[in-house]
Structure formats: C-alpha cells, structure tokens
C-alpha cells in the first residue's frame, strides 16, 4: 500500500498569499496518478487536479500542481477567501488507492 | 452533468449489515471507462477509500475491509450499492459515493449504534 504523507498539516497565511502544500508517496506513484482536493466544512470534497498536473474542470488557474515519482506540489498563487480549506492529496496508480491525512489551509 | 446522491438508514446496529444505494443521473453506470466508488470519512477524520466497481462489473476493495464490503450495480435502476458487514463504531462515518474522481455525492452519515 502506498502512504502518502502531507505537510504542513496547518498552514496559517493570508488572503493575496502563496500557499504550497507537499504530498509525498512511500513508492513511486504510477504514471502521476496523483489527485488533489479540496474539502470544506460539511461539504464533499471537490477535485482540483488530477494527473498530477492537470486542473479540473473550472477550476481557477491559481491553482495548480506538479510532481512526479514521490513527491508533490499543490500550489495557490494567490489566496482568495473561498480557499481557506483542507486539501488531500490521492494515488490512484496503485490499489488500494489511498489519501492523505490532509493540510489544513486557515486565515492567518 | 453526472449527478450523485447516496441514500440508506443513518443508524445501523453494531454487528448488523449496512447497506448504502446510489443514484446516478447523467451517466449510465454500465458504460464508459469509469469506476464508481465508495469512500468514506469517520467524523473530524481523513479519507478512507473503500473500493470500487468498474463499469464492466469488476470489483476493487481495499484490502483492510475487502472481507466485509461488496459493490454491487443495478442497471435497470442506474444505481451501484455498497453493503458493509458487521459493522463497529469504528464504521460510523460519512459516506460519499464517487464518479471516478469526480463528482462526489453529497454524502450521507451513518451512525453504528451499540
């Protein structure tokens, strides 16, 4: 089983700032089966990017992603309110597919 | 647009069979190359993949709760289903059904009483 491991597991930044939140993976994860999302209080979570470098149908182009092999990047260029959340990394390369334990982006 | 929306008892007894239906409209489930999923969320806690059913019928599950879980697909109805049995509290949790990646189901808790 691959585990991925996120961090920081807080990020404390304000609005117009960068965040860049890391996902690394125990083992290469196969062909960038790398998936990012975004979860809000008592919603479901939302894809941002799939492919590890792909953006997810509309979603904004401050945020994007990069990577291979074990590690990742999430990166927002800019933070807008609506973007303070907790973010997950995924593999789905591999089975069992598995998550991360998340990084929690909150206002500074 | 593929719309999900999951549905099943919110409180299960502990050692019963939980058993979760969703609804798909705006894909058939039996077409396309895509997995239908099941993932779940304990309260204030990551999450957990559970498994998956490909649109040709074959099964995925994730080991740590294969010997319990079944993905099943109706066609006539366009719905997949999740059973978990003998259930614990560690089993309470939001569950999410999933179009491959994305869209998600609202989700929908359920609550293992003892």
């Known amino acids: 089983e691959i585990v991925l491991t996120q961090s920081p597991g807080t990020l404390s930044l304000s609005p117009g700032e960068r965040a860049t939140l890391s996902c690394r993976a125990s083992q290469s994860v196969s062909s960038r089966y790398l998936a990012w999302y975004q979860q809000k209080f008592g919603q479901a979570p939302r894809l941002l990017i799939y492919g590890a470098s792909n953006r997810a149908t509309g979603i904004p182009d401050r945020f994007s992603g990069s990577g291979s092999g074990t590690d990742f990047t999430l990166t927002i260029s800019r933070l807008e309110p609506e973007d303070f959340a907790v973010y997950y990394c995924?593999?789905?390369?591999?089975?069992?597919?598995?998550f991360g334990p998340g990084t929690k982006v909150d206002i500074k | 647009q593929v719309q999900l929306q999951e549905s099943g008892p919110g409180l299960v007894k502990a050692s019963e069979t939980l058993s979760l239906t969703c609804t798909v409209s705006?894909?058939?489930?039996?077409?396309?190359?895509?997995?239908w999923s099941w993932i779940r969320q304990p309260p204030g806690k990551g999450l957990e993949w559970i498994g998956y059913?490909?649109?040709?019928?074959?099964?995925n599950y994730n080991p740590s709760l294969k010997s319990r879980v079944t993905i099943s697909v109706d066609t006539s109805k366009n719905q997949f289903s999740l059973k978990l049995n003998s259930v614990t509290a560690a089993d309470t949790a939001v569950y999410y059904c999933?179009?491959?990646?994305?869209?998600w189901g609202q989700g929908t808790l359920v609550t293992v009483s003892s």
């Open positions: 705006g894909a058939s489930v039996n077409s396309g190359s895509y997995y």
């Open positions: 995924q593999q789905y390369g591999s089975s069992p597919f598995t």
């Open positions: 059913i490909y649109y040709s019928g074959s099964t």
């Open positions: 999933v179009y491959d990646l994305d869209p």
